[in-house]
């Protein structure tokens, strides 16, 4: 997930400062091994990227543990916002939406509501790579973040500052012939945002619902970290199993987005190690055995029980 850009603007930039004490010109970091800033270089500058509990991870279905949890509960996600705003930040698409009323999620695994902050993508090199979790070492062609901060914390900014601070949700694509009708504003905006740090009003914008699978009850959760710098170990994540087609033309116009040092061409973090963590695969049919429900809260504490502190940068 990228925090580079949100609603709060440049306020993100602000925040890092403060966390690390300064921003050298070579922290704007990257994707490729061979740069300065590359991924293996991520933890000289922000520690947490060499923390324990880190994302993106490798999902084996063989060793999550199945578990049935209330339903998520979605609000707004209907709602056609006033203005919806496309933006190239230099490492992702990303798209931040006047909304008349509140985006909420709440239920599943969650303790308490999450209010939506942006969504943004990551893809590869080609349809083969792209998704920054993978299931069963297997990549998708694209994955879609959509960032929710603790409604109680009131900003991204502030829940920062609390391991239980934001909640992604993420959802994979897979490459088909088709076009898909939903992503063809965006991928059709693509052009005017090549430019790193360019921004466009889409004409007609769309509803979150439309991004999210059919099946919203069948999904992946486990406790990890922002996958871009400063990388902070504060997001539960749920992915949700059923991928969504886009047309190979749909994909490729995202590799034509540019950074700072010529085409963004992939933006997905390595993988991380799971260390001790525990995912949890939630199918709604599910009934456990011992016929008694923990909330996921409580299991997803459980797998991350030797935390012992938030580590400050
Ligand atoms: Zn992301």
Redesign the pocket.
């Known amino acids: 997930?990228?925090l580079k850009d949100r609603k709060t603007g440049g306020l993100s930039t602000i925040l890092i400062v403060f966390l690390i004490g300064y921003v050298a010109s070579d922290a704007d970091f990257g994707y490729d091994s061979g740069e300065q800033m590359g991924p293996e270089h991520w933890a000289e500058h922000y520690q947490a990227c060499a923390g324990k509990y880190q994302s993106p991870i490798d999902i084996d279905e063989m060793w999550v543990k199945r578990t049935s949890l209330p339903p998520l509960e979605f609000e707004g996600f209907y709602d056609l916002p006033m203005q919806t705003k496309i933006t190239n930040n230099g490492h992702?698409v990303l798209l931040e939406l006047n909304q008349t009323q509140e985006v909420v999620v709440k239920g599943g695994p969650l303790n308490g509501s999450y209010t939506f902050a942006q969504l943004?993508f990551?893809w590869g090199q080609n349809d083969s790579v792209g998704s920054?979790d993978k299931i069963n070492s297997h990549s998708y062609s694209m994955?879609l973040?959509m960032?929710f901060y603790k409604t109680e914390y009131e900003s991204v900014k502030h829940a920062m500052d609390y391991r239980d601070g934001l909640l992604?949700l993420a959802i994979f694509y897979e490459a088909g012939d088709l076009d898909n009708d939903v992503y063809a504003e965006i991928t059709d905006s693509l052009p005017k945002i090549e430019t790193p740090n360019t921004s466009y009003n889409l004409r007609k914008g769309f509803t979150l619902r439309n991004f999210l699978p059919h099946n919203v009850q069948r999904y992946f959760t486990y406790y990890g970290s922002?996958?871009?710098p400063p990388c902070l170990e504060i997001v539960t994540w749920i992915d949700f199993k059923h991928p969504t087609r886009l047309s190979h033309r749909q994909l490729s116009a995202f590799r034509k987005i540019r950074t700072k040092g010529g085409l963004l061409t992939h933006n997905y973090r390595p993988l991380q190690p799971l260390s001790d963590r525990v995912v949890y695969y939630n199918a709604e049919d599910y009934i456990p055995k011992s016929g008694t429900l923990r909330t996921a809260a409580s299991l997803l504490l459980m797998s991350t029980a030797t935390i012992t502190a938030f580590v400050m940068l």
């Open positions: 997930m990228d992702t943004h990551h920054e994955e973040h960032v992604v922002l996958t871009t």
